[in-house]
């Protein structure tokens, strides 16, 4: 915006926390990971692609889910991923709708509908625990 010659968004990339909109929707703000970073770590850099192109229907996790992998210390690598993919779509080629997807170390559940992971789970917290607001249940 200018009034009279004087370009007054020139240098401003934040102000009060809030980023201008003009700077990357990655970039890093106080310092911190941005969530993206944060969720690629955590899931072995996996993002669903064709060509170039990130797919609009990949895969998300929620950031309660990133919490729980954080603190539990999980991580799945990109083969663990395209298995847990291969798994919601197999779900959705049934009809489900919330999917538990069990692996050898950790259990997920999964809004198929949205194509987001709601929450993780490793092995100690599966041990006696009741899953509710499933339809289904995929083992990988």
Known sequence: MSIQGLNLNKGIEKVGGIQN???S???KIDGGPSFKDTLNELTGGSQATVGSQKLENALKFSSHAVERMQTRG???DPTQMQKIESAIEKAR???AKETLVLTDKSALIVS???NTVVTVMDNQALKENVFT???STVMI
């Open 25 to 27: 929707q990655n970039q």
């Open 21 to 23: 909109p003009s700077t």
């Open 74 to 76: 999980i991580t799945f």
């Open 133 to 135: 607001n499933i339809d």
């Open 93 to 95: 080629g049934k009809g």
């Open 112 to 114: 198929v509908k949205n």
